[in-house]
């Protein structure tokens, strides 16, 4: 799905302006006169950015954007106002939003902000869809899998697993090389930033494992 750089404000002039200079740079535009009816039209794997009014009838700005965030909607966000204050743009800085332009903005600097914001969103894409996978790769592991893991990531060689977990050093290669197959890694520094992706933690807090568990 192509990135989107959805403007909404109550102004029609204003929405024709941005659309008319973002459509000329070739950029994909929808336009919107308030924010419950740019929620309306938003499809869940929407990508791009919001070229938001601060003053919006019954909804404003900062509550749409206060209402994507309750949704786990990150898209970037830039604001517009013609009547700015420092306290409105600091609260909405602090929120999430990327930038904070007075009306009426000139258009370079606009397409400037606006392409910035896409490349954070496209960054934060292709984050979520490292986690994604991490995570995904990660349930496959068995339990003692995540544990030799949770120990490599942490530094600790073959042979000091095996004395923690009361195994034979050659288990604990066997496994090793399983977690570096199934996480789809070739190097314990890709295996750590892997682990930190899906939230695994570094070694386990469990204590070891006694010897009477044989070599699993």
Do not use: W
Not at 15 to 36: K, W
Not at 71 to 81: C, N, S, V, Y
Not at 101 to 127: F, H, M, N, Y
């Amino acid at each position: 799905m192509s990135p989107t750089v959805f403007v909404i404000d109550d102004d029609a002039a204003v929405r024709d302006s941005l659309e008319r200079l973002l459509e000329a740079h070739r950029l994909q535009v929808r336009t919107y006169e308030s924010a419950e009816g740019f929620l309306a039209a938003l499809r869940p794997k929407a990508s791009g950015c919001l070229v938001l009014d601060v003053r919006l009838p019954r909804m404003s700005g900062p509550e749409l954007q206060a209402t994507l965030a309750a949704r786990g909607i990150r898209l970037p966000i830039i604001f517009l106002t013609a009547q700015g204050s420092i306290s409105t743009s600091v609260r909405a800085l602090q929120a999430g939003a990327v930038d904070f332009l007075e009306k009426p903005v000139a258009g370079d600097l606009l397409l400037e902000r606006v392409r910035a914001a896409l490349r954070i969103e496209t960054k934060q894409r292709r984050q979520q869809a490292q986690v994604t996978r991490a995570r995904a790769r990660y349930a496959q592991l068995t339990p003692r899998e995540r544990e030799v893991m949770g120990f490599l990531t942490a530094g600790q060689s073959s042979k000091e697993i095996a004395r923690r977990l009361g195994i034979s050093h050659r288990t604990v290669e066997i496994h090793r090389t399983r977690v570096m197959h199934k996480m789809q890694v070739t190097n314990l520094i890709e295996l750590a930033a892997a682990a930190k992706a899906c939230g695994a933690s570094p070694e386990p807090d469990s204590p070891a494992t006694s010897p009477a568990h044989g070599t699993d």
